[in-house]
């Protein structure tokens, strides 16, 4: 006999339907197998209280919380399922064990968690299911037949169990450690509170960037396209189409404008470029293009396609970090494409887009789709047969996405020449940059590139040197540097996977495919950061965690992206030290924090000048709390002055007595900028400028 332990009961019922195995009482059974399912994760960690019941009162004096060894127990409303369990892993101990649940790094542990449990050592006869293909009977039993050793799958239940005993330590410890001494409850995470720091370093740039302003004069003629140029600024290399209000030459421009009607190309540079199509879907790209496209979250794009490989076993198994198949996957490629090719293309709503796919290119050699030497776990995200007409919108929505990129990664590429003009206009040189396709390929006309919200560039086909073309408009353009643009679910799942040090060299992401987008819902479920449109920002209960962590000189740094992607790489290396570094971390975190640098008060800013009230964040200004008492203050510090941002951190100065950094002001009389520090005089904001002489 063999036993089957799944990790849900869809999966469970798929195994007993391709195995032929009747229901009996609470799982399957006949002479041949004994299947039985989990509810997910059905143990959980001790509780600190678990361990010792004085650590139940949170208290500075009970931490660090470092257990000599780590338990499990059952979770309460999942019992009677682990019960189950437990009762098929007794009867059959000695029995062959298929662990069947989810192939990957948090279904491995799910599987581990169990068979620790539940006292299970026969691991000699103990085999891993592992697929990607949806669950159908000839999957199944082709799944069985190929299960390698259960020991083959070892280093992901080591880093399994070590990734969440680290959480575990950092969790506990230092949710504790921040919420005593800041007076509120305040949730800390090893890769969540990293991720909302960057978010709030953003923000806080965003908040205190001081525009430039600068003036551009652009030019719009008349060839087989309509086409723009800039005036040239001689005086600029590193924006050569920017120029300072006073420019002479913007004024000389302005003058006799209306006598321009025509340019001549005094040179044009062409460089051929080719941009292949993009790769098959792994999750987080899917995540990120489902949300640039549709706006899903990440939770619900991978819910989406978790329905579509479980409920329709109509896409293969979403939870991959991969973007290629293995090398052994063409004959599996080239059916779907036929069975495909088969059914839509007949003028249905998704037969444009097979059009162009080269069934030539499903071929070994083809290392874009084929790479066995880049495939981690699973092949990537495909569709494996036609979309279920009872798919929801939504679900239809993210099928679409799977099954347009298997068609485009078949397409030419797209060719083009990047072209850069220089072209006369009176006497003044103007430049221009544009594109000139040559080939559309998997590019199509529809296929418009909005990765970075960027304004596609000018068509400078046809365009010829020497020609003389005619002037439709001057134009001078008043603009404003801009800052980084806010954080979007796209751009934070790209930071998660593709993190990069201040040398731009790329480190190990943060979590994996299967738990960004968790991470991310946590921020939002707590109410650390809010959505406007698809941005993402800090709230001020997430801006308050973050400036109490970096009060704290050992939880300011383990914060980082690098340093957390530093922690990654120790996982990965050996999984023993790096859970005794995290040890290490946590007691010197709890040992070094200084009591007094904490405000006592969870949202004052600091005490009023004028009545000794409290100090608080509004929306235009900070104000104090006794504005609406007898006392009737009317104390307050606005955000913005002279153009300048004041921030609750500058507040928190001021009040001190302290100045603030230096800021990049605006003359509200004559228009020019300077520089200058705030300081409080009496109940006054004052400037003092730091070069007197100046």
Aim: aromatic share 10%; net charge positive.
């Amino acid at each position: 006999m063999l036993l089957i332990l799944t990790e849900k009961p869809s999966v469970a019922k798929a195994f007993a339907d391709a195995l032929k195995v009747p229901r009996k009482d609470l799982f399957w059974e006949n002479d041949n197998y004994c299947i039985v399912n989990a509810l997910g994760h059905l143990l959980e960690n001790y509780a600190p209280e678990d361990y010792d019941s004085t650590l139940k009162k949170w208290s500075l004096g009970g931490l660090p919380i470092v257990p000599e060894e780590v338990k499990f127990k059952p979770i309460l409303k999942t019992k009677e399922q682990l019960a189950i369990v437990k009762i098929c892993f007794v009867r059959h101990k000695n029995e062959p064990l298929l662990l069947a649940t989810d192939a990957e790094r948090e279904g491995e542990l799910i599987g581990s968690e169990i068979l620790n449990y539940v006292g299970f050592d026969n691991y000699k006869n103990a085999k891993r299911f592992w697929v990607s293909e949806a669950l159908t009977p000839e999957v199944i039993r082709a799944g069985i037949e190929s299960a390698k050793p259960l020991s083959e799958y070892a280093s992901y239940k080591k880093q399994g169990f070590a990734r969440q005993h680290a959480d575990w330590l950092v969790g506990m410890n230092l949710t504790r450690l921040i919420s005593l001494k800041s007076d509120k409850l305040l949730h800390f995470g090893r890769v969540q509170t990293a991720l909302l720091g960057a978010i709030y370093k953003r923000d806080f740039s965003i908040k205190n960037f001081s525009p430039e302003s600068y003036c551009e004069v652009k030019a719009v003629l008349k060839g087989e396209h309509q086409f723009s140029v800039k005036l040239l600024n001689p005086d600029d290399e590193e924006f050569p189409t920017r120029f300072p209000k006073s420019s002479r030459l913007i004024k000389e421009i302005e003058s006799k404008k209306g006598l321009m009607k025509s340019g001549i190309i005094s040179d044009i540079n062409k460089e051929e470029k080719k941009e292949l199509p993009p790769q098959l879907y792994n999750l987080t790209a899917l995540q990120k293009e489902a949300h640039k496209k549709y706006s899903y979250s990440p939770e619900e794009t991978l819910n989406l396609a978790q329905n579509l490989y479980e409920k329709y076993k109509c896409l293969s198994y979403p939870r991959t970090p991969s973007r290629v198949m293995g090398d052994d996957n063409v004959n599996l490629f080239k059916d779907i494409f036929n069975k495909l090719v088969d059914v839509y293309n007949n003028g249905s709503e998704y037969s444009v887009y097979l059009s162009g796919s080269d069934p030539q290119n499903i071929t070994k050699e083809n290392k874009r789709i084929f790479n066995s030497a880049d495939l981690q776990d699973h092949h990537a995200l495909i569709p494996l047969c036609p979309r279920p007409l009872t798919c929801s919108l939504d679900e239809a929505n993210v099928y679409y996405l799977v099954f347009k990129r298997f068609f485009d990664v078949l397409k030419p590429p797209f060719i083009y020449n990047s072209i850069t003009i220089n072209m006369l206009i009176s006497g003044h040189t103007f430049m221009g940059k544009g594109t000139e396709v040559l080939q559309s390929g998997w590019k199509t006309s529809h296929e418009i590139d909005d990765e970075d919200d960027k304004e596609p560039p000018d068509n400078y086909s046809g365009l010829k040197e020497r020609q003389e073309y005619p002037v439709l408009s001057i134009d001078t353009e008043e603009k404003k540097t801009q800052p980084k643009k806010h954080y979007t679910f796209t751009s934070l799942l790209q930071l998660m996977e593709n993190p990069l040090n201040e040398d731009g060299k790329r480190l190990t992401g943060l979590g994996t495919p299967a738990t960004r987008g968790s991470i991310l819902q946590k921020l939002v479920d707590r109410k650390y950061v809010s959505l406007k449109g698809k941005s993402v920002l800090i709230t001020d209960d997430g801006k308050f965690l973050i400036e109490n962590v970096l009060k704290n000189e050992e939880l300011s740094a383990f914060i980082s992206i690098p340093e957390t992607t530093r922690w990654e790489d120790k996982l990965h290396e050996n999984t023993a030290v790096f859970i005794d570094d995290i040890k290490n971390f946590v007691r010197r975190a709890v040992k070094n924090t200084d009591m007094s640098i904490y405000q006592q008060d969870s949202s004052s800013l600091g005490k009023c000048p004028l009545c000794a009230g409290n100090i608080y964040e509004g929306k235009k200004n900070y104000y104090c709390s006794n504005y609406k008492s007898d006392k009737h203050c009317r104390f307050t510090i606005w955000k913005e002055i002279s153009a300048a941002a004041v921030t609750s951190t500058d507040v928190q100065a001021l009040l001190s007595g302290k100045k603030t950094k230096v800021k990049k002001c605006v003359s509200t009389k004559t228009g020019k900028d300077f520089k200058a520090v705030f300081i409080l005089n009496g109940i006054n904001v004052e400037f003092r400028f730091e070069d007197k002489k100046k």
